[in-house]
């Protein structure tokens, strides 16, 4: 294929490919890590993780434990439990008690409850200004059921966790719950407690009931620890954060809705080779944020279920982004999806562009359905972008400054589909690894959101249709459907039978606009570097 590129330095997806592979053949306490998967020197031609083979990409699919390739604290043994030996403890201002065998491990002072010992315990009834705190050993898994409980706070966290091996918050089924804590904290100091529910251990919510989390002073859920959300029904109201775990968090089923004034949900380490990861394996989460949407410090991994960021600054950002089979749906005011190292003294970030020198971050789409609409970069990698699989559609920026596809490596096509629209400034194409062709072009003109853009062959067949959610300028499209070398037609107008994203279509009444010739693609500094980047008359 014959392109045109802007000069920059090469980093290799083959970490990214064998990681993906390790992941689909890993099994149940195999282990693999961040580290496996960034300081891999093998490549793999193709890959498929394990949630693509057991659950589909749907908001209802879910995983087990054993499914889970990474390292975590979550088992199935930690929801089974003999409900003959659960404590009951009914909540109720000034008259909170327990019962049952493990009584002796509840105490209550006012309207503090505090379990000091591993058990199984059973909340039930309210507390207008109470908290629940965990203060047990560091070898203890404390359960708590909540069953139709309300626990709310004027001096701090709802739920606080000191100490223990792990926590379980189990949503008992059919009950609704409920979590709030106070809007400004007795305890300010820097590493105390910030959330409606905050805990210095493992923490685990299950069980197929409700639970309602208001976080008025800053986070919602924290874990400084590891964090599984193995099911149930989940709202959290934010005035900052959303959920946070600190090592890790694993989304394996449940729906999950936050609203967040800062992030929407995210790891927090960046310094273990290890942690700082956030994969969902299956279930519906739902994320409108004021900054990023989803995000962690060091790998992040969407192979199953639906993620719909409906607000936020970047959408989806770590080092290294892995989607492997989830219905992804995106909507961000900067970058769509943003693979970032980090800052360097060698790399600009945003604005792609021929001076920003590559960095060690990966994007990958290996699998599902990806859809992006970005006023920023649509997909943008400060280092490379590989797509192997899936359906990728971006509706990118209409101001010239950032492309629908911007990466400071190589952005490699070897499957799936792609169609990238939006604006002519930072328009990029393929780059030189890709096996796959593809098709650019500069339309001319701006084609207004709503009306149908058409691929077409040189025997006048339509090869795909798509209706844009914004104004488009530059489209680039790549499927097993295009062959290399040959000359296509690019159509506004006629009709397509979706009202956005990839349909079949027709060209009828439609107007063309530009021709290119398939493998040809621009620089990455705007469209007007000359007739070869498919342009009106390219070649």
Same mark, same amino acid.
């Given at each position: 294929?014959?392109?045109?590129?802007?000069?920059?330095?090469?980093?290799?997806?083959?970490?990214?490919?064998?990681?993906?592979?390790?992941?689909?053949?890993?099994?149940?306490?195999?282990?693999?890590?961040?580290?496996?998967?960034?300081?891999?020197?093998?490549?793999?031609?193709?890959?498929?993780?394990?949630?693509?083979?057991?659950?589909?990409?749907?908001?209802?699919?879910?995983?087990?434990?054993?499914?889970?390739?990474?390292?975590?604290?979550?088992?199935?043994?930690?929801?089974?439990?003999?409900?003959?030996?659960?404590?009951?403890?009914?909540?109720?201002?000034?008259?909170?008690?327990?019962?049952?065998?493990?009584?002796?491990?509840?105490?209550?002072?006012?309207?503090?409850?505090?379990?000091?010992?591993?058990?199984?315990?059973?909340?039930?009834?309210?507390?207008?200004?109470?908290?629940?705190?965990?203060?047990?050993?560091?070898?203890?898994?404390?359960?708590?059921?909540?069953?139709?409980?309300?626990?709310?706070?004027?001096?701090?966290?709802?739920?606080?966790?000191?100490?223990?091996?792990?926590?379980?918050?189990?949503?008992?089924?059919?009950?609704?719950?409920?979590?709030?804590?106070?809007?400004?904290?007795?305890?300010?100091?820097?590493?105390?407690?910030?959330?409606?529910?905050?805990?210095?251990?493992?923490?685990?919510?299950?069980?197929?009931?409700?639970?309602?989390?208001?976080?008025?002073?800053?986070?919602?859920?924290?874990?400084?620890?590891?964090?599984?959300?193995?099911? =149930? &029904? /989940?709202? @959290?109201?934010?005035? $900052? !954060? *959303?959920?946070?775990?600190?090592?890790?968090?694993? %989304?394996? +089923? #449940?729906?999950?809705?936050?609203?967040?004034?800062?992030?929407?949900?995210?790891?927090?380490?960046?310094?273990?080779?290890?942690?700082?990861?956030?994969?969902?394996?299956? =279930? &519906? /989460?739902? @994320?409108?944020?004021? $900054? !990023? *949407?989803?995000?962690?410090?060091?790998?992040?991994? %969407?192979? +199953? #279920?639906?993620?719909?960021?409906?607000?936020?600054?970047?959408?989806?950002?770590?080092?290294?982004?892995?989607?492997?089979?989830?219905?992804?749906?995106?909507?961000?005011?900067?970058?769509?999806?943003?693979?970032?190292?980090?800052?360097?003294?060698?790399?600009?970030?945003?604005?792609?562009?021929?001076?920003?020198?590559?960095?060690?971050?990966?994007?990958?789409?290996?699998?599902?359905?990806?859809?992006?609409?970005?006023?920023?970069?649509?997909?943008?990698?400060?280092?490379?972008?590989?797509?192997?699989?899936?359906?990728?559609?971006?509706?990118?920026?209409?101001?010239?400054?950032?492309?629908?596809?911007?990466?400071?490596?190589?952005?490699?096509?070897?499957?799936?589909?792609?169609?990238?629209?939006?604006?002519?400034?930072?328009?990029?194409?393929?780059?030189?690894?890709?096996?796959?062709?593809?098709?650019?072009?500069?339309?001319?003109?701006?084609?207004?959101?709503?009306?149908?853009?058409?691929?077409?062959?040189?025997?006048?067949?339509?090869?795909?249709?798509?209706?844009?959610?914004?104004?488009?300028?530059?489209?680039?499209?790549?499927?097993?459907?295009?062959?290399?070398?040959?000359?296509?037609?690019?159509?506004?107008?006629?009709?397509?039978?979706?009202?956005?994203?990839?349909?079949?279509?027709?060209?009828?009444?439609?107007?063309?606009?530009?021709?290119?010739?398939?493998?040809?693609?621009?620089?990455?500094?705007?469209?007007?570097?000359?007739?070869?980047?498919?342009?009106?008359?390219?070649?």
């Amino acid at each position: 294929m014959k392109r045109l590129f802007k000069a920059k330095a090469l980093s290799s997806v083959a970490a990214l490919s064998l990681a993906l592979a390790m992941t689909g053949c890993a099994s149940s306490g195999s282990g693999t890590t961040v580290s496996d998967v960034i300081n891999a020197t093998s490549s793999a031609s193709s890959a498929a993780t394990v949630a693509e083979s057991t659950s589909s990409a749907s908001g209802d699919s879910s995983v087990s434990a054993t499914d889970v390739s990474e390292d975590t604290h979550f088992d199935e043994d930690d929801l089974q439990w003999d409900a003959d030996t659960e404590t009951t403890v009914d909540l109720a201002d000034g008259s909170t008690k327990a019962s049952g065998t493990g009584s002796d491990g509840v105490s209550v002072d006012g309207d503090t409850v505090t379990i000091s010992a591993a058990g199984t315990y059973r909340l039930s009834g309210s507390l207008s200004d109470g908290k629940v705190v965990v203060a047990a050993g560091k070898e203890d898994v404390v359960r708590i059921i909540l069953d139709n409980a309300s626990i709310s706070s004027s001096t701090g966290s709802a739920i606080q966790v000191d100490e223990s091996n792990e926590t379980l918050l189990y949503l008992e089924d059919g009950t609704s719950n409920s979590v709030s804590d106070a809007s400004t904290y007795a305890d300010t100091a820097e590493d105390a407690a910030n959330a409606a529910i905050y805990s210095m251990a493992d923490l685990t919510i299950a069980g197929e009931g409700s639970l309602d989390v208001k976080g008025n002073y800053q986070d919602g859920i924290v874990s400084k620890d590891g964090l599984v959300i193995a099911s =149930g &029904q /989940l709202t @959290v109201t934010s005035a $900052d !954060d *959303g959920i946070k775990g600190k090592d890790y968090v694993a %989304l394996l +089923g #449940g729906h999950v809705e936050i609203t967040a004034t800062g992030d929407g949900i995210k790891s927090t380490n960046d310094t273990d080779a290890d942690r700082g990861w956030l994969h969902q394996y299956g =279930g &519906q /989460l739902n @994320v409108s944020a004021g $900054d !990023d *949407g989803i995000k962690a410090e060091q790998l992040l991994t %969407l192979s +199953g #279920g639906a993620a719909t960021v409906a607000n936020s600054n970047e959408g989806l950002e770590a080092p290294t982004i892995n989607l492997s089979g989830a219905t992804v749906n995106v909507t961000a005011s900067d970058d769509g999806v943003n693979a970032t190292a980090g800052s360097s003294e060698n790399a600009a970030q945003g604005g792609g562009g021929a001076m920003d020198a590559s960095q060690d971050a990966h994007l990958n789409i290996s699998g599902g359905k990806v859809t992006i609409s970005a006023e920023g970069d649509g997909l943008d990698s400060n280092g490379d972008i590989s797509i192997t699989g899936g359906t990728t559609v971006v509706n990118g920026p209409t101001n010239g400054g950032n492309g629908a596809l911007d990466s400071n490596g190589d952005i490699s096509v070897d499957g799936g589909v792609l169609f990238a629209a939006g604006s002519d400034g930072m328009a990029e194409g393929l780059g030189e690894t890709s096996k796959q062709s593809g098709v650019q072009a500069s339309l001319g003109t701006t084609v207004d959101a709503g009306v149908a853009i058409h691929i077409v062959d040189s025997s006048g067949s339509v090869v795909a249709s798509f209706v844009t959610s914004k104004a488009t300028a530059n489209v680039v499209y790549s499927s097993s459907e295009i062959v290399d070398g040959d000359t296509y037609s690019i159509y506004s107008g006629g009709t397509a039978d979706v009202d956005a994203g990839l349909g079949a279509g027709s060209i009828t009444d439609a107007t063309k606009v530009a021709t290119a010739t398939a493998g040809e693609f621009e620089s990455g500094m705007g469209g007007g570097m000359g007739g070869q980047g498919g342009g009106p008359g390219g070649q």
